[in-house]
């Protein structure tokens, strides 16, 4: 644009009184506030949702545009500032070449997983392109620095964007897979709306009439408080419409993940019991609702004094903060075998120590958001989840409705991380629309996002660990008390799992691991990638590694020697049949760790001030819900038109299930992936997949999706008259079957159809085989598990206690690699939370409650990862496949304060090992203050 032009267009918007600018080529005139957000005008004035809001701050850059050749956060920019000017939005992109270049690389490297940050990363890139076609890796890293991703670990996009200069003027790119797609990269099916754009996540599609809904919060950590007049409130305030308190629930006040746990309410009622916890909701017109200060509402406070911490909880004299549970002990968890007294008592070497890690945030670049409408009797929501059959259920209860009156839509998830298993708005969207029969919408600031979102359990581990002269494990002791905040959410979960994996995937015959979920007066801790796992790891980890020391043996030969195995027994009583491949790990990352040690001793010898250290972390995950039902069921159609339909209840939240159940269940039925219509989540048109979470979607649903596929090949074979062997074929309204020579033709439009339309189907349904633990944790709590080894190369700065990752080498035995290229990207992106769990993530209440105090790994922060794949397959898992999302996170921190130990020779026991803790151990060592 010329200064002419873009003098004419300002001087054309100032005569109509309007904001005149040009977004991606299009004149466009807005009646806008000149004080508004970009990013708001061009969500809600100009529909272009692809700019996304992670904070409003300028701290996630998901909202990054170009403006005239620029990059801006949209959401800094006041709209009037931008008259006359050039606005490139994402939805812009595909009109140029660098742009439509950039998009195809996404798909093809796997670059957008949950795809919420895409845009931004996007727009960041063509920026960077536009300069320099083909950058180096520095280069790049620096570009895309401003825009944070947590879910790829970043290495993807940028492998993606240093090779878009290969796509340029390649047209649309098509990845037909011939043969069996089992194996294979195939980009992701869900993946073409994130990289364009036009992904709907839950603030971005809502009914034009929608109400604004925004929930009052408590400031303090307790408090009581007394409620004014609701009525005279809103009557006195325009554009309100109604306040919602407890009373106005028209079921139960309450919901929580457990039948019998039900805690947490919808609105507090007379006492809070953590900062952010919800007392009402007022509902009304936008710009009224948000105008609002919380000093305007019609509450007095009475803060109380809090239990801050498991040691407030338990110490004498202190509250109650639930009546049921007189102790403060929500639940508590054993695995016991063997006798551990005596191993201790035959063993040649023992560690023991105290670990303390605190609260982690989930930090989903996506805050929380969705609508409810009612229709009749029945209730829409849809919104941001990991488990729309779990959402079902506490909405019904919520409202006294049953199950079939309420519907849920799942939204594109932008991150979870097991965030967004708990329901968070979805109870007050559903009391405020079924009310007030209005459509009602709701979207969380990042700060609303962090205050009352759950967070990773903080936990305090004492442990003891021994070994004989050999080497060999003989005994493993650990109690654990684990923060589990105001309610209980997933604590009885984290209590339950911890105690089983507490030794490690190694052989220990005697174990008494004991574990404790705690009420305190802090946020809520739920899931979170690991269920507990990662804090007990630490603690083993590092006392496995006192014990090489002791026993004079190599780190990784001292796992080597004491690796579970199959036919080994675990703890708990488990005879492992099969794939248990982390022996074939550690093998695997054996030359690389002598070449990273070799390295490390050379490096050192220049004896500077900079000093590196080389860890590692084992683990073992069991995959699925721990000793309890766990199904899921699945659903493949024939239509008379044609149609091949996969009904699929999995929530993808952007590890790749949408694309991964796809890839088995064409396999199983011998028809290519891109054939299938995808209907996904709807809970009132698919069966219950069970929650995304626990690494259990490609190994449970994978097995009733092939199960599914599997049962309308046999009917298509059987109206045929056709063996196993048989090639299918939809051509039209019909299949065709060939075998040996012969062809035979199904004419779908001739079978007799059902309301829907379906001919054939086929419905699969998978509960993985276990047994509930007892009493001393005896049982088989997972029908499997996935294991892992992970070497972390890191230098320290001994004058400052900083510290830089080289290198993380990650040998994972995935069972079976459905896509590796979707395997790859969760342990990056795994990895890249485990780097933050051990150097950066501290949740403060009331002090990190954002994205610029509260610090997540950046492009920069992640080093160079290589990854070997290891594929011991699992009898019971579609094509031998397990899981990966949670075994991707769990070995990093440990490998990390292994690298540290090894570097300075002091032992981190606390994470974060933020720099002041590690100068402070530093000093220590040096016996200086």
Not at 59 to 66: F, I, M, P, Q, S
Not at 326 to 333: I, K, M, S
Not at 824 to 838: D, K, P, T
Request: aromatic share 6%; charged share 20%.
């Amino acid at each position: 644009m010329t200064i002419h032009d873009r003098s004419a267009l300002a001087a054309t918007a100032h005569a109509a009184d309007a904001i005149a600018f040009r977004l991606n080529g299009a004149d466009v005139a807005l009646g806008d506030a000149p004080d508004s957000r970009l990013s708001e005008v061009l969500r809600a004035s100009l529909g272009a949702t692809g700019t996304k809001v992670g904070c409003d701050a300028g701290d996630c850059g998901a909202c990054t545009v170009l403006i005239d050749d620029a990059q801006a956060c949209a959401c800094l920019v006041p709209v009037g500032q931008i008259a006359g000017c050039d606005v490139l939005t994402v939805e812009g992109l595909a009109e140029t070449a660098i742009g439509a270049a950039l998009q195809q690389a996404f798909q093809l490297h796997g670059a957008a997983q949950c795809g919420i940050c895409t845009p931004g990363m996007l727009m960041a890139a063509y920026d960077l392109l536009r300069r320099n076609p083909q950058p180096g890796e520095r280069e790049t890293l620096d570009a895309l620095g401003g825009v944070l991703c947590r879910c790829t670990g970043y290495l993807k996009i940028v492998e993606a964007v240093r090779d878009a200069h290969r796509f340029i003027g390649s047209g649309t790119i098509v990845t037909e897979v011939e043969g069996p797609s089992i194996g294979t990269r195939i980009a992701r099916l869900d993946g073409a709306p994130k990289v364009a754009g036009s992904e709907r996540y839950g603030a971005d599609s809502a009914p034009d009439d929608a109400l604004w809904l925004r929930a009052i919060r408590c400031p303090h950590p307790r408090a009581r408080f007394t409620l004014g007049d609701p009525e005279a409130f809103v009557a006195a305030r325009p554009g309100l419409v109604r306040v919602f308190t407890a009373q106005d629930v028209p079921g139960e006040n309450s919901f929580g993940i457990y039948p019998h746990l039900k805690d947490q309410p919808v609105f507090s009622a007379g006492e809070t019991r953590y900062r952010g916890e919800c007392v009402l909701a007022v509902v009304g017109e936008k710009e009224a609702v948000e105008a609002l200060s919380i000093d305007d509402m019609p509450i007095a406070w009475e803060p109380l004094p809090a239990m801050v911490g498991s040691a407030a909880a338990l110490a004498e004299g202190a509250f109650t903060l639930h009546d049921f549970v007189p102790d403060n002990v929500l639940t508590r968890g054993r695995v016991e075998r063997g006798d551990v007294e005596a191993g201790f008592a035959q063993a040649a070497h023992v560690a023991q120590g105290a670990f303390e890690t605190g609260f982690v945030e989930h930090a989903y670049i996506e805050p929380e958001a969705g609508y409810a409408k009612r229709i009749g009797d029945t209730i829409e929501i849809f919104a941001c989840t990991q488990a729309p059959y779990m959402d079902r259920d506490e909405v019904a209860r919520v409202l006294g409705l049953p199950l079939e009156s309420v519907r849920i839509l799942p939204s594109a998830c932008g991150g979870g991380f097991g965030g967004k298993l708990d329901v968070s708005l979805q109870p007050m969207l559903a009391v405020a629309a079924w009310v007030l029969d209005r459509p009602v919408r709701c979207v969380f600031s990042r700060i609303e996002s962090m205050i009352s979102s759950t967070k990773r359990h903080p936990s305090s581990i004492q442990a003891k660990a021994a070994c004989d002269a050999e080497g060999r494990l003989v005994a493993y002791a650990m109690d654990g008390d684990f923060d589990t905040g105001a309610y209980a959410s997933w604590g009885p979960t984290v209590a339950g799992r911890v105690p089983v994996h507490a030794t490690g995937p190694y052989k220990v015959p005697h174990v008494r691991n004991l574990s404790r979920a705690i009420y305190t007066n802090g946020p809520p801790s739920g899931a979170f990638r690991g269920f507990g796992v990662p804090q007990a790891a630490l603690a083993q980890e590092s006392l496995f590694d006192d014990l090489a020391t002791a026993a004079g043996l190599d780190r990784l030969e001292f796992r080597l020697i004491n690796a579970i195995r199959a036919g080994d027994t675990t703890p708990s009583g488990q005879r492992l049949e099969a794939s248990a491949g982390l022996a074939e790990c550690l093998e695997a990352l054996k030359p690389h760790w002598q070449r990273l040690l070799a390295e490390a001793a050379a490096f050192n010898a220049s004896e500077g001030r900079t000093r590196r250290g080389v860890g590692i972390g084992c683990m073992w995950y069991g995959i699925g819900n721990t000793g309890m039902s766990n199904p899921s069921t699945m659903r493949v159609t024939l239509s008379q038109d044609g149609r091949l339909t996969f009904w699929n209840g999995a929530v993808d939240i952007g590890q790749g299930s949408t694309t991964v159940l796809t890839q088995i269940a064409a396999d199983a039925l011998g028809l290519p992936v891109e054939r299938f219509d995808l209907v996904l989540g709807d809970t009132a048109l698919t069966f219950d997949a069970g929650k995304t979470s626990a690494s259990r979607q490609t190994f449970v649903s994978g097995r009733a999706a092939e199960a599914a596929a599997a049962a309308l090949r046999a009917e298509i074979l059987r109206l045929t008259n056709a063996g196993p062997m048989a090639r299918l074929a939809l051509e039209g309204t019909s299949v065709t079957v060939a075998e040996n020579g012969v062809v035979a033709r199904i004419d779908l439009a001739a079978l007799p159809a059902k309301p829907d339309g379906t001919v054939l189907e086929g419905i699969g349904s998978f509960d993985p085989p276990t047994v509930p633990l007892d009493s001393m944790g005896q049982g088989v709590p997972y029908a499997t598990y996935g294991f892992a080894a992970q070497i972390a190369s890191l230098d320290v700065d001994l004058d400052l206690g900083t510290i830089r990752l080289n290198r993380i080498v990650a040998a994972h035995d995935v069972g079976r690699a459905i896509n590796p290229m979707l395997v790859e990207g969760q342990i990056h992106g795994g990895i890249a939370q485990g780097i933050g769990l051990a150097l950066m993530e501290e949740y403060l209440p009331g002090r990190t409650e954002n994205l610029h105090d509260y610090l997540i790994p950046t492009a920069g922060d992640v080093p160079p990862i290589d990854i070997i794949l290891v594929e011991d397959p699992e009898p019971l898992g579609p094509s031998g496949a397990k899981g990966i999302g949670e075994p991707a996170l769990v070995p990093t921190a440990p490998a990390i304060l292994g690298a540290i130990r090894h570097a300075t020779g002091v032992t981190p026991r606390q994470v974060p090992v933020l720099p002041h803790r590690l100068w402070e151990l530093l000093r220590a060592k040096e016996g200086r203050s």
